[in-house]
């Protein structure tokens, strides 16, 4: 059983930084290789990738995101963090945490999620 709570969300003004955590349960984070992702969803919009790490500390980025956040975490121990610089406006979306087997992009290949924390960024 994997469970996944995100925290950390909450209304700051455009250039502000914040931090999101993630806190996950459930052995098979350090049995076998994972992968812990971000993705976010702005209203009217579909859910989309924003950064990923694996259990070796690999890590992928969204084009959109690329050098204004930094995703940290331990994966065996099913924690992570995306700390968030330079927000804008646009950044404004519900921040999903999501857990796969392997690092992957793909909204698909995430089989575990949790709840959503949201991000309101003003201008």
């Known amino acids: 059983q994997v469970q996944l709570v995100e925290s950390g969300g909450g209304l700051v003004q455009a250039g502000d930084s914040l931090r999101l955590s993630c806190a996950g349960s459930?052995?098979?984070?350090?049995?076998?290789?994972?992968?812990m992702a971000w993705f976010r969803q702005a209203p009217g919009a579909e859910r989309a990738f924003v950064a990923a790490i694996e259990t070796d500390g690999t890590t992928v980025y969204a084009d959109s995101v690329r050098g204004r956040f930094t995703i940290s975490g331990n994966v065996r121990e099913a924690t992570m963090h995306l700390q968030m610089h330079s927000l804008k406006p646009e950044d404004t979306a519900l921040y999903y945490c999501?857990?796969?087997?392997?690092?992957?992009?793909?909204?698909?290949?995430?089989?575990?999620w949790g709840q959503g924390t949201r991000v309101t960024v003003s201008s």
């Open positions: 999501a857990a796969a087997r392997y690092l992957s992009v793909q909204l698909g290949s995430y089989d575990w």
């Open positions: 459930g052995r098979i984070f350090g049995d076998v290789t994972m992968a």
